[in-house]
């Protein structure tokens, strides 16, 4: 059985990870408490003391607006630890998957973005800080990045969870129209890189399964499609839903207006063809619904 090391515990990719990897996979999953993200030596460590065949780093600082006022402990996490990874790996002839975000992006190009449009995001130390964590596992022989966009899943708080409750609990929610992208569900994600593990595990350098790749479900969406599809499926939610622009929440940090990722090299590479994002929220709101999640 193959086993990982994966950086990140408690996030909604990681809980994922460790979802789809039972019975495929042995996963050694490193919370925060386990290694600290801002020492790259303790990074270091962890990986050159790990019995281990893959490093999956699933770990960063993903509030975007907090990053604009700690700017240190994003680049710490989200820049120098995939560097650290990276070198880790690299003494190690380890491969080494990381995942980044459509944020590197500024979203001018109006339509999807491939792997090898230029990356020019907007200012924003987060989409800063992915950019360079990214450029550095890249860099790398035998490591390999995942783009991904809006991820959701029925295990963590997301962008999905968060507008079910307040569908809930509101007579209005206010929902941006005018911002659009791929969604990615984290449990096809997490299927996807546990299914392909072993190839990383196997591969040499060089190997057309390393470099820059994007993962999302098929179909492009606005926030408000995506919430309202989410939606729909609770009985439970009451209350009217009115698409409005982005100008309507002044955020901090500025976000792209278009930021949907191609997948063709995903399929080309992989023989991936990730479902439509309809059929996987469909499949997470329901189980938000069953579970009573959305209770607590």
Same mark, same amino acid.
């Given at each position: 059985?193959?086993?990982?090391?994966?950086?990140?515990?408690?996030?909604?990719?990681?809980?994922?990870?460790?979802?789809?990897?039972?019975?495929?996979?042995?996963?050694?999953?490193? &919370?925060?408490?386990?290694?600290?993200?801002?020492?790259?030596?303790?990074?270091?460590?962890?990986?050159a003391g790990a019995d281990c065949d893959l490093v999956l780093n699933c770990a960063a600082f993903t509030a975007v607006d907090a990053a604009?006022?700690?700017?240190?402990?994003?680049?710490?996490?989200?820049?120098?630890?995939?560097?650290?990874?990276?070198? *880790?790996?690299?003494?190690?002839?380890?491969?080494?998957?990381?995942?980044?975000?459509?944020?590197?992006?500024?979203? *001018?190009?109006g339509a999807p973005y491939v792997e090898t449009d230029p990356a020019t995001p907007l200012a924003s130390v987060y989409a800063r800080s992915?950019?360079?964590?990214?450029?550095?596992?890249?860099?790398y022989a035998k490591g390999a990045v995942f783009r991904i966009a809006w991820v959701f899943s029925p295990l963590s708080r997301n962008f999905?969870?968060?507008?079910?409750?307040?569908?809930?609990?509101?007579?209005?929610?206010?929902?941006?129209?005018?911002?659009?992208?791929?969604?990615?569900? %984290?449990?096809?994600?997490?299927?996807?890189?546990?299914? %392909? %593990?072993?190839?990383?595990?196997?591969?040499?350098?060089?190997?057309?399964?390393?470099?820059?790749?994007?993962?999302?479900?098929?179909?492009?969406?606005?926030?408000?499609?995506?919430?309202?599809?989410?939606? *729909?499926?609770?009985?439970?939610?009451? *209350?009217?839903?009115?698409?409005?622009?982005?100008?309507?929440?002044?955020?901090?940090?500025?976000?792209?207006?278009? &930021?949907?990722?191609?997948?063709?090299?995903?399929?080309?590479?992989?023989?991936?063809?990730?479902?439509?994002?309809?059929?996987?929220?469909?499949?997470?709101?329901?189980?938000?619904?069953?579970?009573?999640?959305?209770?607590?």
């Amino acid at each position: 059985m193959i086993r990982i090391l994966q950086f990140g515990a408690t996030g909604q990719v990681a809980r994922c990870v460790l979802a789809a990897a039972e019975g495929q996979a042995q996963v050694t999953a490193l &919370s925060r408490a386990d290694c600290d993200l801002t020492d790259p030596s303790a990074i270091e460590a962890a990986i050159a003391g790990a019995d281990c065949d893959l490093v999956l780093n699933c770990a960063a600082f993903t509030a975007v607006d907090a990053a604009e006022a700690d700017p240190d402990a994003a680049m710490a996490v989200n820049a120098a630890a995939p560097a650290a990874m990276a070198r *880790a790996c690299a003494a190690r002839g380890l491969p080494l998957v990381h995942l980044s975000t459509d944020y590197v992006f500024d979203g *001018a190009k109006g339509a999807p973005y491939v792997e090898t449009d230029p990356a020019t995001p907007l200012a924003s130390v987060y989409a800063r800080s992915k950019l360079a964590g990214e450029a550095a596992v890249a860099a790398y022989a035998k490591g390999a990045v995942f783009r991904i966009a809006w991820v959701f899943s029925p295990l963590s708080r997301n962008f999905v969870t968060v507008m079910m409750r307040l569908a809930r609990e509101r007579d209005e929610v206010r929902i941006v129209a005018d911002q659009t992208s791929t969604p990615t569900s %984290a449990v096809d994600l997490a299927d996807f890189l546990v299914r %392909a %593990a072993p190839r990383w595990a196997t591969a040499q350098a060089g190997d057309e399964a390393f470099g820059l790749f994007h993962f999302a479900n098929a179909g492009v969406a606005t926030r408000y499609e995506l919430a309202s599809a989410a939606i *729909a499926r609770d009985p439970q939610a009451m *209350a009217r839903l009115t698409p409005v622009p982005m100008t309507a929440f002044p955020e901090p940090a500025p976000r792209p207006v278009y &930021s949907a990722l191609d997948t063709g090299k995903l399929t080309r590479v992989f023989g991936e063809h990730p479902r439509p994002w309809r059929d996987a929220v469909v499949q997470t709101a329901d189980a938000l619904v069953a579970n009573g999640a959305l209770n607590r």
